[in-house]
T-cell receptor
């Protein structure tokens, strides 16, 4: 099992460009999440999904959109990238919400110039 | 608002000693708390979960305590090894709520 796979691993964007981060999990988990991690800030939840076709806002959703068209995939989109979105993005999945442990991907490092 | 505090300064200890990391939370009554390990350039990896009705949880050389009165969790690594060097994240969670992560404490175990 590959677990949680994120693509791409690195990306450099110019301000105003758009891009999509792809997250795929092969554990048949219902729940998927997108976090961003910045120095000294910890992991902050951007959006999450409790099942195919559903999404919800997390702590820092502004400037991002998500889609969960298939159970195994969770896409994070930036429509118009800003330097403040320079960060490391982590996707995670879990079997249950609440006390279920999270399985994380390896991260996607995004730099917006 | 909810606040989680972990010591942002690195903890340096000698191999073989016990490492103790602290997680304090405020404005919060989590039903459980999770601890994760994160290596540089990698995603966090789950280590332990402790529930509010459990005072202590152990797994091999790891021990976690959860004091809901003090609003604090302690994470211990006994007989520490250089391979234990990493950043450790605590994440309190409420029933049905999302996990909220602390900023992590970096542990350095010197041989």
């Amino acid at each position: 099992n590959a677990g949680v796979t994120q693509t791409p691993k690195f990306r450099v964007l110019k301000t105003g460009q758009s891009m999509t981060l792809l997250c795929a999990q092969d554990m048949n988990h219902e729940y998927m999440y997108w976090y961003r991690q910045d120095p000294g800030m910890g992991l902050r939840l951007i959006h999450y999904s409790v099942g195919e076709g559903t999404t919800a806002k997390g702590e820092v959703p502004d400037g991002y959109n998500v889609s969960r068209l298939k159970k195994q995939n969770f896409l994070l989109g930036l429509e118009s990238a800003a330097p403040s979105q320079t960060s490391v993005y982590f996707c995670a999945s879990s079997y249950s919400i609440g006390s279920g442990e999270l399985f994380f991907g390896e991260g996607s490092r995004l730099t917006v110039l | 608002s909810q606040k989680i505090e972990q010591n942002s300064e690195a903890l340096n200890i000698q191999e073989g000693k016990t490492a103790t990391l602290t997680c304090n939370y405020t404005n919060y009554s989590p039903a459980y708390l999770q601890w994760y390990r994160q290596d540089p350039g990698r995603g966090p990896v789950f280590l332990l979960l402790i529930r509010e009705n459990e005072k202590e949880k152990r797994k091999e050389r790891l021990k976690v305590t959860f004091d809901t009165t003090l609003k604090q969790s302690l994470f211990h690594i006994t007989a520490s090894q250089p391979a234990d060097s990493a950043t450790y994240l605590c994440a309190p969670g409420g029933a049905g709520n999302m996990l909220t992560f602390g900023g992590g404490t970096r542990l350095m175990v010197k041989p």
